[in-house]
């Protein structure tokens, strides 16, 4: 093995998708390996968006693995200072 992560990104322009009110897309998937199961995907993101959140950035995720119309998860600071930890950010479900 040579140390390398199983994951490729990719970070481009956004484009007149639903997501067109964001500058930026990106995107995870495997690389060189197969997975079965894709929550691991699922959690990077979420990982992802919450960390762009709270570092200021407007954040939706596309759960529906890219289907037009889907709902999309829009990532918001709390308001409750005194939240820790995954509390820290709301995700609400926008249809």
């Known amino acids: 093995m040579d140390g390398r992560l199983a994951l490729k ?5 956004a484009d007149g998708s639903q997501f067109s009110e ?6 995870f998937w495997p690389d060189g390996i ?8 699922e959690n990077i993101a979420d990982l992802v968006a919450r ?6 950035y407007q954040v939706a995720r ?8 889907g709902p999309k998860l829009v990532y918001t600071r709390s308001a409750d200072s005194a939240a820790s930890g995954r509390n820290q950010v709301q995700v609400t479900e926008v249809i």
């Open 34 to 41: 197969s997975l079965e199961e894709k929550a691991f995907f």
């Open 9 to 13: 990104s990719n970070l481009a322009l």
């Open 22 to 27: 964001y500058r930026f897309w990106m995107t």
């Open 62 to 69: 596309d759960p529906s693995s890219g289907r037009i119309g």
């Open 51 to 56: 960390y762009l959140t709270l570092n200021d």
